[in-house]
Nanobody, 122 residues
Framework: VQLQASGGGLVQAGGSLRLSCTTS????????MAWFRQAPGKEREFVAA????????NYADSVKGRLTISRDNVKNTLYLQMNSLKPEDTAVYYC????????????????WGQGTLVTVSS
């Protein structure tokens, strides 16, 4: 596993969590990074992505204004700040890396973390 995700947990609706993703095997600053999520019984879906320098970000419509992706290339760490969480945000969250421009497609990312579970109670 090239990436390690952490920070998931149980939170009430309206609450916040911050996910982290680190790597000790990839040259972090060379990679565009993204977060995806997979709810039970559903396909893995795009959440957010950031360019190598963190300047360009993209979000799924369902999370805009609530979730924020960021990165620290000195600490080799990707973050997902999750605010105003809703029960429909419940899922396993995965970080992913690829060389080249950010993409919304699961198939475009060759490197993945193991996932971290976020559960939002109503």
């Amino acid at each position: 596993v090239q990436l390690q995700a952490s920070g998931g947990g149980l939170v009430q609706a309206g609450g916040s969590l911050r996910l982290s993703c680190t790597t000790s095997r990839l040259t972090f600053s060379n990679y565009d990074m993204a977060w995806f999520r997979q709810a039970p019984g559903k396909e893995r879906e795009f959440v957010a992505a950031t360019s190598r320098n963190g300047i360009i970000t993209n979000y799924a419509d369902s999370v805009k204004g609530r979730l924020t992706i960021s990165r620290d290339n000195v600490k080799n760490t990707l973050y997902l700040q999750m605010n105003s969480l809703k029960p429909e945000d419940t899922a396993v969250y995965y970080c992913a890396a690829r060389l080249g421009p950010s993409s919304w497609s699961v198939a475009d990312y060759p490197y993945w973390g193991q996932g971290t579970l976020v559960t939002v109670s109503s």
